[in-house]
């Protein structure tokens, strides 16, 4: 086969423009940090980094969940300790109204602060969070307490076909979101039981107080396990171990809730990890392919030069 000068020059000018692009792709690797701007360079790559990065956005997105987890579980047991501050002072001031010298007057204090330390226990009963009621069960919108009475909406029910009520119960169902994939943390405390057994004692702390027959004995009995001779009404030692109960409860969630910070920090760290070797672009490698390039594209200029015949005007000169 002939060999023509027309088909060396084509040849050249299509090495040089191939040398051109490798210098301009590792100069824009360099530029941008990646190895590939267009799916089409490399789809593979581009197929793992797009399931990455939904991996990452899952991430972000429990992270803020769990910010929330720890809200309501913060709240819960801030909440509950001080119920139980507030009980603590109720058994002072039972302590203190058991004793039979007690005048009629001096009663009518003590109940006045039972009274409004009442209130504050049904304050925290509808704490919330966000503008949730975080111990109403799954009817976040209903206060536990209305009216400066258990609210009893927050009862819930089951019906059989013909809409006749089976079995009442009170609402204690989990309020959950998610953290994981396919993992899901309870964060609210239902706290129907517990309020309404407090209110119950309350209240009927506060009728032996108005009764001037009642002894200090009658009124010391509300310390233990039950506050009424029919059992209904739990005493303040009862009150007291539930509260605890609650907030040890609180506060085993709150330590899976940090477990669960740290797995996922670490899963985030994984998949970033991933990600990065994925589409990052090594530099010093980078940089010394782009030299590479740079210096087989200026010998083939000077190969190239050579290669193309000189002209006639050459020979005049």
């Given at each position: 086969m002939r060999?023509?000068?027309?088909?060396?020059?084509?040849?050249?000018?299509?090495?040089?423009?191939?040398?051109?692009?490798?210098?301009?792709?590792?100069?824009?690797?360099?530029?941008?940090?990646?190895k590939f701007t267009r799916p089409s360079e490399d789809p593979v790559a581009t197929v793992k980094g797009m399931s990455y990065r939904t991996d990452l956005n899952k991430a972000e997105q429990f992270t803020r969940n769990l910010q929330t987890v720890n809200t309501w579980l913060d709240?819960?047991?801030?909440?509950?300790?001080?119920?139980?501050?507030?009980?603590h002072r109720v058994k002072e001031l039972i302590v203190q109204a058991a004793n039979d010298t007690n005048t009629s007057e001096d009663r009518e204090k003590i109940n006045a602060e039972i009274k409004q330390i009442q209130e504050?226990?049904?304050?925290?009963?509808?704490?919330?969070?966000?503008?949730?009621?975080?111990?109403?069960?799954?009817k976040t919108n209903s206060p536990l307490f209305e009216d400066g009475k258990i609210n009893e909406?927050?009862?819930?029910?089951?019906?059989?076909?013909?809409?006749?009520?089976?079995?009442?119960?009170?609402?204690?169902?989990?309020?959950?979101i998610e953290v994981f994939d396919g993992i899901t943390m309870k964060v609210n405390t239902p706290g129907f039981e517990l309020f309404k057994g407090i209110y119950d004692f309350m209240t009927e702390v506060s009728k032996l107080l108005d009764d001037e027959t009642i002894t200090g004995d009658?009124?010391?009995?509300?310390?233990?396990?039950?506050?009424?001779?029919?059992?209904?009404?739990?005493?303040?030692?009862?009150?007291?171990?539930?509260?605890?109960?609650?907030?040890?409860?609180?506060?085993?969630?709150?330590?899976?809730?940090?477990?669960?910070?740290?797995?996922?920090s670490s899963h985030e760290i994984n998949i970033t990890k991933?990600?990065?070797?994925?589409?990052?672009?090594?530099?010093?490698?980078?940089?010394t392919k782009m030299i590479?390039?740079?210096?087989?594209?200026?010998?083939?200029?000077?190969?190239?030069?050579?290669i193309i015949q000189q002209t006639l005007v050459d020979f005049i000169r």
């Open positions: 060999v023509t000068q027309s088909m060396l020059s084509n040849n050249m000018l299509r090495n040089l423009s191939n040398s051109y692009a490798k210098i301009g792709k590792y100069q824009e690797q360099i530029t941008t940090g990646r709240t819960t047991d801030d909440a509950l300790d001080q119920v139980g501050a507030a009980l504050q226990l049904q304050d925290l009963g509808n704490t919330k969070v966000a503008g949730k009621y975080i111990f109403s069960g799954t909406n927050i009862e819930t029910h089951d019906e059989d076909a013909n809409g006749q009520i089976v079995k009442p119960y009170v609402n204690t169902k989990s309020v959950e009658k009124i010391s009995k509300a310390l233990g396990m039950t506050a009424d001779e029919d059992g209904k009404i739990p005493g303040l030692d009862q009150l007291y171990e539930n509260v605890l109960s609650y907030r040890a409860d609180v506060g085993a969630r709150q330590n899976r809730v940090e477990l669960m910070t740290n797995r996922l991933r990600l990065s070797e994925n589409e990052d672009v090594d530099y010093a490698e980078a940089i590479t390039s740079e210096s087989i594209h200026q010998a083939a200029l000077s190969v190239g030069a050579k």
